[in-house]
Structures are given as structure tokens and as C-alpha cells.
């Protein structure tokens, strides 16, 4: 496993604000994903390769690696932007560069550029073997928006 | 409902071929979809709208929404080669229009570009209404790779 | 040459404010291109191929292709908006399909989701032989902001 | 200026065939691109801010922008293979982050992942002023095919 001390942790307020916001996401709870790490501007979201993940030969299907990409970003960004912001995805691009093996993914969004109106997120997705050993198996850019919250309902 | 009948249908051999791979995609029956239409170049995937497919504001999360478009777009190109033939997601890029609402989600890939190595599919997702209305919810473009199936193992 | 008098014009208040600014840009006429139809939501760029927009093979470079249809769909965007309104590229995904050969290249930008802030648009190339054949040779999807024009300087 | 002097220099018949074939680009003469740096995997081309390669707001167009940025992953990829090789654009996708000010750009292009037959790379653009300032104004991602040069002709 990757040495995680290297990375620098959001506020634990930031933090709590990103897990409870996850924890809304039926999909990724679905999935069998989780929050690894939450760093000011980057985010880590590890997925186990069980079958209900896969496609027809048994990798990581490109979907549920677009997936924790995908949602990874979006934390990302969001650790960036005070509790009355949310951030939507307006669009990726991602390239599936090697067979999503190993016995999980560990995707990293990090922010290139923030911005008031849209953020610009890279995309990394590693397969990670027990043994420890990684491999970059997708790699993709993101745009964000950021939106108010609306009021409490 | 959309009428089918205005689609061209592959061949029942092409179908059960699609149909085939389709039911080894793990991530495809756990998120709940199905293939609703295989055509030539043409593939339609619907994905009913469930808590097990949300992100936070209970809409479907971008990345089940892309996970259907890219297997609709694989599909599609799938149906245009022979059976010693498969495809792999090069890369793609999408574009979320519009919130993922509605009873269920249709995703539609379409060949635009065939090719013996490489073929470009446009990805279109629908959020599609009991009562019938459709909205455009995603678009996106999609590269694949034909590659030579392993012989029998 | 296609039949143009199938499109829409867009009003002559609109026509001229979308000739005026692309005569502002100093790399659409260093290329030799220019707009040959400004419809609401559509805009066509013809861009001749000449030796000054080649790639080593002779082919009209993916840069110069991408180049005429970044403004394209730019344009077709502001033909949305009032006076008061500017379109900037937020970023662009293009697939090149074939060798851009032909006489000519002719570029259409067309809005596929208007937006008050964010607007996406499809983008298609041709190259067009001087005996009317036309082929697609790229073709891509842009997302764009909307700003509001400085007052005047 | 940057010192160029930490990247590795490719051999000198790699750096003489990458020139050669820029050269031949009728599009990188025409808008006054020329290449700096020719590193394994690595090329660097600078763009000086002319009127001749601006938008309508003064700033360097996308499309160029985008030019010397898919033309610098282009000579990248091909830094990796023999001189039997050459390599196509498959397709592309670019964030412009910044308006593209400064006095150059300079246009960097990484292998991200080599391939035999699909090659992916990052593509960065910096607006540079003549006092050494350095900002990121455009980030993308490129796929790239190599082929076999066709005999001598």
C-alpha cells in the first residue's frame, strides 16, 4: 500500500462535509466503494473488483472505473468550496489505458485549476494488487461547476 | 414508449451474440440494466432509475449514466464485426446536459465511424418518463478498439 | 456544393454581429477561412486547403481542422445570445475519422444544449471535393461559457 | 526562460527525423511554430503571440493553441518509435484554462502511455512573457495511432 502520510489531510470539518455528502451516493455504496483520502484540492476513493463490478472478461468495467474517477474529481473539487457549494459534473473525458485488473482500483481526483464558476480536475485510476503493486489503468480529464446549495429544505 | 418498430433489427444471430456478452457484464445486471434494442450499429440500454444507482441529490449518478452509454456504444460497434471479434473502450468523453432524472435512463449508441482497428461511436442517455417524455441527459463520443478474440480457452 | 437555402438564416443584426467578430480574429483569416452561413444555433466555417494548413502527409493539419471547428460552434453559440454576451471556449473533444483531404473543408458548429451559462455544441467537419462529394473527417463536442461583454473601452 | 537543460535530449537521428517532419508541416511554418526541445517521449514547440494566430479579444485562438499542442504529443509519440513509424492523430481533448497572454506559448507534449498499435499522451500549453512568467493556459489529453510509413515513393 502506498505510503498515505505523503499526502496532506483536509480539516476534519472538510472531511466530514465530503463523507456525508459520499454516503448520500447510493451508487458508490452499491458498488462497494469508499473514501480513502481527503486532501485539500484531492481525493481518494478506493474499489474493490468483486464480480458485481466487472465486464465480460472480468476486468473493471470502464463504467464503474468512470465511476470512482468520476466521483473522485468531484470531491476533489469540492474540498476547495465552503459548505454552501455543491459541484456537478459537466463533463469528463477519460482513456482507458490497460485492463482494470488487480484487487482494487484506488482512482485520484486532484484539481488542476480551480475556479469560481468551473473547476478543471485530473483523473487517475491505479490497479492495486495485494502485494502492493500499482499500475495506471485510466487517466481523464474533468470540468466541474460549482452551484450554490439551495436553502435547507 | 419510444416505437421500436422504426429501428432496424440485427440478425437473431448478432442479437443473441450481444445478448450473450451482455449477461457476462457483473457492473451491467448489478446496476439493474438491460439491452432494449440491438440494431446494425445501433445498441439501446435501459437503466430503471433506483437508490442503488444515485449520487447525492437522487438523481443517477454520472457514473452509472456513463456506464450505460459506454456499454451501449461497445455494443453498437460490436454488432458491425464477426464473431472472432471483440472491442474495448479506447477512451470517451461525455457531457452531462442536464440532471439524470426520470423513471429510467436510455442509453443509445451509435456507430458513426466503423473501422477495421478503430470505430467512433456518439453516446446519447434519455431520461425517460413514465407518461413518456424523453429528455437528453448525456452526450458523449466514444473510441473503441476491434481486437482478435483469444481462441477458446 | 450542398444546398444551403434548406438552413435558417439568422437575422441580419445577428449575421453581422458574428462577421464582426470573426473578422477580429486574426487566425481565421491568416488560415484563409471564412463563415459561410450563420443560422440561430448553427454556423458553418469553410476553410480552403492550401499548403499553409498542412500536416507533413499534405492533409489539412488536425490543429488547423480543429481550429475551424472550435469557431464554428462558438459562433453557433452566439448566435443565441444577445450583444451584451460573449462565448469562450471551456474546452473541446474532436476525433480525427479520416485523412482531411478535398478542396476545401467546411466546418459546422451546431448548439445541441443551449445554456445561460454553459452551452454544448456538436461539431462536424467535412472535406468537400469541387465536384460536391463530402466526406466527414472529424467530428467533436465543445462546451462553452457564456460571459457578459465588457462595457465599452 | 525555463531551463531546458534538466530534460534529456533524444539522439540526434531522432531530433533530425522530428524536424524533418515538422518541417514538412505546411501549418506550423505558416503560423510561426517552431520546435524546442526533442526529449524521449517529450517535445516542446513554442508559438510567439502574433496578430496573425489571435481570436477576436487579442488573446492566441484555441485553435491554435490547440494546433501546436496536438502537433508537440504527435512528435512525442513519435520520439518512441523507428523510422519505419508514423504516428496519426486519433483524437484529442483540451481544457483552455486561461485566456492564452503572454509573449509565447509554449506547447508541451508527454507520453503518458506507449503503445504498439495506440499511444496516449498530455498535452500542456504555457502563456510565457518575456520576464520567465509561466501559467498554465490549456491541459489535454491525446490517443494516437501509430501506422507503417508507406515504402518510398
New interface residues.
Partial sequence: MEDRTQYEQASPVVQKRIQD??D?????S??GARITHVGPGRVHIVLPA????????GYV????T???A??AGGYAALTLFDEDSEV???????????PAAGDHLEAVGTV??PGR??T?C?LEVYGVRVDGTRK?VA???Q?L?RISRPAAE
Fill in positions: 455528502s459520499f448520500l451516493q447510493g451508487l458508490m452499491h458498488l468483486r464480480p458485481e463490478v466487472t465486464q465480460q472478461h468495467h470502464a463504467g464503474a468512470s465511476a470512482v468520476d466521483s456537478l459534473t459537466v463533463e469528463y473525458k477519460i482513456n482507458l489505458l490497460a488542476l485549476k464558476t468551473l478543471v485530473q495506471l487517466n481523464g480529464q470540468t461547476i
